[in-house]
Structures are given as structure tokens and as C-alpha cells.
């Protein structure tokens, strides 16, 4: 058995889905069967599809914790020729902070709460609890690898791990809203009002609710000139977690459509806007 299946065998045992990389530290490309994405592609991927080939393609959707697949012979050639050892950090319940260069970690530095550090190469790999959308540039010399992603193992690091901070997850919901003093792109309908009677599961009471959702809805009106993105990703978040103790349901998608048109309305496009809110009320689960 050779050191990186060895290293792999010891991370699927304490949950952390592994795949193997090859020369240039990416993953091995797909069989002749899956190329083009010809086979549909694994489940879990951004397109879901019926991919049951036990070799190691389609990249980060191939990690496994499964030690007989890890050990198989379908395997045994991409370890045989392996460069290192790779982990799906959105199925280990992670977040990577990719720190490319001296001034992103000194950012981080000054900027981020403390975590478990990993030395890289020419960076560091601040890794937190929890999990978000991967996004790369998210400002010079960092990117963010959770879901749909793998990062390299290069140890345990050090450090204590903690969970993941607004701030980082606001690096993925990055600004786009529209100066006002360029016109505000218009507002969809108004949505329905949130009631008590469509949220059965719900444990707090009609008054609670709206009076919490009027608050933020004014901080969100309140960020015309920036931020209106930001600020309603972060009201998203609070939302759920009033929530997150009620066996529901809650009628959260009413408050969700509220937000959206909201934050539309003071120049974020909606898109963006719906994206923002939809991580924020995900997110904090």
C-alpha cells in the first residue's frame, strides 16, 4: 500500500471523502465510458445523472469514505501513479479558505476569526465548519472550495476549528447591486404576507414574525448606496435561525419572496438577489 492510499484510508475513516490526484495535482480524467460527461455524471454533482462507474471520474464527485472502493482494483492504477491525495471538503461538512499568496494570508490574517490553518505552497488553507457554494476570485489571491470542489490534503494543520463566520460567508455572496444614481432596475410583484395559518409548524407568534421581518427588511431599504445584497443575505441567515428549532413548516418562502423583492428594490438584480437570500436562509442550518 502505498502513502497516499494510506493517507486516504486514514481521512475516510474519520468521514472525510478522498480521491486520488495525478501529476499536476488535479484529478485523473474520466474513463473512455464517462468522457463529455457522456454517462450523466455522478449523483450529487451540479447536474444529478446515473453515473455507476467505479473508477475514479468526474473529479471531486468521485470522493468516496468507502474503504473497498478506495482499496479496489478500478482504483489501483490512478494510486500506482497518484501525486497526492485530494478531499471533497463540502461532504466532510467544510469550508476551505484558499489562500494563494503573502498578501491574501496577511488579509486573513487581519481579517478572518481563527481557525485551523494548513500551510500550502506559496499560502495557507484556513478551514472552517460548514459549508458553502464554492467560488473562486472571491478577492485577490482567495478562493472559497466547499461544495462542488476538492482541495489538497497537506496535513491536519494546526489550530482549533471553528464554524464558519458571516464573514466568510459573505465573501461568497459578493455585491452586485445597481447604484441607484444609475436608476434601480424594477421591483417583481408584491408577494403575499406572511400568516399564521400557512405555517402550522411554526412556534413563534404572527406578531413576532412580521415585527422581525419588518427590522430587517428596513436594514436591507437602508443599504441603497451598497451592501443591500449583503445585508439581506445576512437577514436570510438571522431568519433561519429563529426558525431552526420549529418542526415546521414555517412559510419561510414567503418571507424568502419578501426579501427578494425588497432588496430588488433598492437596486440589487434579482437574480442576485434571490441567490443571496436562498444561501442565507440554507446556510445557517
Known sequence: MNTYLSSALDLAGRG???????AG???????????????GGRPNMKTPGPCDCPRPCHAWAAATTDPDTLTGRPWATAWAQAQAVA??????????????????????????????????TRGEHWIYRGVLP?????????????????????G??????????DVVRGLVV?????????????????????????????????????????RGLALVRA???????????GV???IARQHADCPGPCGLDVLEQQLITTAVSVGVPEPYAARAVTNGLAGAA
Do not use: I
Not at 16 to 22: A, S
Not at 134 to 154: C, E, F
Open 87 to 120: 478531499y471533497h471538503p463540502g461532504g466532510a461538512g467544510l469550508t476551505v479558505v484558499d489562500l494563494d499568496d503573502r498578501d491574501a494570508v496577511a488579509w486573513a490574517r487581519a481579517t478572518l476569526p481563527a481557525t485551523r490553518v494548513v500551510a500550502t
Open 134 to 154: 464554492s467560488t473562486n476570485r472571491v478577492r485577490p489571491g482567495v478562493d472559497v472550495k466547499a461544495a462542488l470542489s476538492y482541495a489538497r490534503w497537506l
Open 236 to 238: 436570510a441567515q438571522f
Open 156 to 165: 491536519p494543520g494546526t489550530g482549533t476549528m471553528t464554524v464558519l463566520p
Open 174 to 214: 459578493k455585491e452586485e447591486t445597481t447604484s441607484p444614481r444609475r436608476g434601480v432596475v424594477s421591483s417583481p410583484p408584491d408577494r403575499a404576507a406572511w400568516e399564521h395559518r400557512v405555517a402550522t409548524g411554526c412556534r413563534h407568534t404572527e406578531r413576532y414574525v412580521r415585527t422581525g421581518l419588518e
Open 223 to 233: 443599504r441603497r448606496e451598497s451592501g443591500a445584497g449583503s445585508q439581506a443575505f
Open 16 to 22: 472525510v471523502p478522498v480521491l486520488p490526484l495525478r
Open 25 to 39: 495535482k488535479v484529478p485523473f480524467g474520466n474513463c473512455p465510458a464517462c468522457r463529455d460527461n457522456a454517462c
